[in-house]
């Protein structure tokens, strides 16, 4: 009889600015949800696009984790310290034939919705241009908790996708795709705007399972609603969301627990905050939409 493994979170930030209001909404659903199974949650620094990294941001995200109590049960994980290893994936998936040398640019890919197979039987060189992962035209689903029913088709939506681009930067859907399988994730607990991301990483695992002789899980998929700013866009750095308030660690816990469907809870602390949130957690109580209701 298999023994079924640990539930096993994860909240995996980049280095691109300090956290904001969304980010703590979706790292304190994703913890809650793992104490209230007794789980494991760890924090992976996701750092692969160098060119968006910003020093010192990566230090400034820990110790705003660190402030607002919520505290990774394993060391930090950083993409970066793994280059060698997805190296090595994409070896083994080429090995297997699902791989291709790509040498369109994005000009050329212009008014395309998914791209057009125009390099995948050139035979390219997977060295000095993007690799591309070939996808069927079968019709993938996966049950969201909160979102429901999600099916696509990604020969129509996405076509071939790219794992590592023409400069050698590793991609975000195989990083994390052989994160989570190495880290034993379990559950995905994540923001709505990662939504679309889901059904290409579900079959980019699907190939990795012909390459390994380890079962490969699939996770249980979250994805929880944005916060929202005052113009109608989603917080994020890019919007330039103002940073977490390392000052108001009560006050924002409250409000993103609330923000949650949760009942407010009275505490004086962080540490006390979340000691108390474990047990009232409910993840059935957030509302199944893709935007939460208010300003942020």
């Known amino acids: ?53 910003q020093l010192g941001a990566e230090a400034e ?3 705003q984790l660190e402030t607002y109590g919520l505290i990774a049960d394993e060391p930090i ?11 090595h994936i994409l070896d083994d998936l080429a090995a297997q034939g699902d791989l291709y ?16 197979n125009t390099c995948r039987n050139k035979k390219l060189s997977l060295t000095g241009h993007a690799v591309r992962l070939r996808v069927s035209d079968d019709t993938l689903c ?17 076509g071939d996708f790219v794992l ?23 559950h995905i607990v994540r923001g709505a705007d990662l939504l679309d991301n889901t059904v290409r990483q579900i079959w980019l695992r699907q190939c990795l399972r012909e390459t390994t002789s380890k079962p490969i899980i699939e996770p249980i998929y979250a994805h929880i609603p944005l916060a929202m700013n005052a113009q109608g866009q989603k917080l994020s750095k890019q919007n330039l969301a103002l940073p977490l308030n ?15 469907g949760q009942n407010a809870i009275d505490a004086s602390s962080p540490e006390h905050f979340l000691q108390q949130a474990i047990t009232c957690w409910d993840i059935n109580r957030i509302p199944r ?8």
Request: aromatic share 8%; net charge neutral.
């Open 142 to 158: 996966f049950q969201d908790q909160l979102q429901g029913q999600v099916c696509e088709d990604l020969s129509k939506t996405t």
């Open 164 to 186: 590592r681009r023409r400069d050698g930067i590793i991609s975000y859907q195989l990083a994390v795709v052989v994160d989570d399988y190495l880290q034993g994730v379990t």
């Open 77 to 87: 994980l950083r993409q970066q310290d793994r280059i060698d290893l997805y190296n």
């Open 101 to 116: 040398g790509c040498a369109c640019s994005r000009k050329q890919l212009t008014g395309y919705t998914a791209y057009p």
């Open 246 to 260: 390392v000052k108001k660690p009560v006050e924002n816990l409250q409000a993103a627990f609330v923000a949650l």
């Open 289 to 296: 939409q893709t935007q939460l209701d208010g300003q942020f």
């Open 61 to 63: 995200i820990l110790t």
């Open 1 to 53: 009889m298999s023994e079924v493994p640990r539930y096993t979170g994860r909240f995996a930030p980049s280095p691109t600015g300090p956290l904001h209001f969304g980010s703590l909404v979706t790292a304190l659903a994703s913890w809650c949800e793992a104490r209230a199974h007794q789980g494991r949650w760890l924090v992976r620094i996701e750092d692969t696009d160098l060119p968006r990294n």
